[in-house]
């Protein structure tokens, strides 16, 4: 028996205000998205890849990497524009009838090899709206979190007695890896709820601590290459 029709979309805006550039910057030697495109084109699950993008020299590299290339209009281009709103566009734009949508951020070149099969998969397995991937939290928990006011007067976050890292109930965040969305939840649009798109049964994997690394600023670049390029130098060696 045949799986669900899986289609791959990697989001990537020209502009930045983190880190200009960004997504067609270049990562041990080839453009951010390229990693992207690269991980969505492995995935077993992934009959079609495509690229939404307002940028030309993200467009050209996506292309070159293997993707289908959707470029956006003005409306959903700034700052102010959606994850949801780009990827809906793609899939409208191409006529494009797959029923599981991948979601990609163009500035993720490290993720686990095997991340988007094991979101699909659960997303199968588990009949849910949506499936993301998410990592601990780690010592900067919400419980550690606090407000400073302009006197700089300390206000927990939220209340606790916590003393002990070791103590601290485990706590998660999106990392930015993989969005996996049925199609009937993308196209679930509702203007005072954002994350609509995820539906209502929102599920999640897991990831280690590294396993994902999103760039948003020059020391998650940094981050990023040293990684890539340790991974080259043990491929090399091989």
Known sequence: MSGPDVA?????RAESRGLPG????????????AYSVDDARRA?????????????AIAQAAAEAGA???????????????VDSAVRHAIEATDDLAEIIVILYANVPVRPADLIDRAVDTLCQTGADSVQSYAAVGKNHPYWTVQLDGD?????????????????????IPDGGVIAVRRASLFRVDLAQP????????????????????????????????????????????
């Open 152 to 172: 700089a007067h300390v206000a927990p976050w939220q209340a606790n007695t916590i003393y002990r890292r070791q103590d601290l109930p485990e706590a998660f």
């Open 44 to 56: 077993a699950c992934v009959a079609r890849v495509y690229c939404s993008t307002d940028g030309e």
């Open 8 to 12: 791959a979309v990697v989001i990537g």
């Open 68 to 82: 289908n290339i959707v470029l956006r209009p003005a409306g959903i281009s700034g700052f102010d524009a959606t």
């Open 195 to 238: 994350h609509a798109f995820l539906g209502e049964d929102r599920r999640g994997i897991r990831t280690e601590r590294g396993d994902v690394v999103d760039v948003d600023d020059a020391i998650d670049h940094r981050v990023a290459e040293a990684m890539l390029e340790g991974r080259l130098t043990v491929e090399a060696s091989r």
């Open 22 to 33: 960004k997504n067609a910057m270049l990562v041990a030697g080839r453009p951010m998205v």
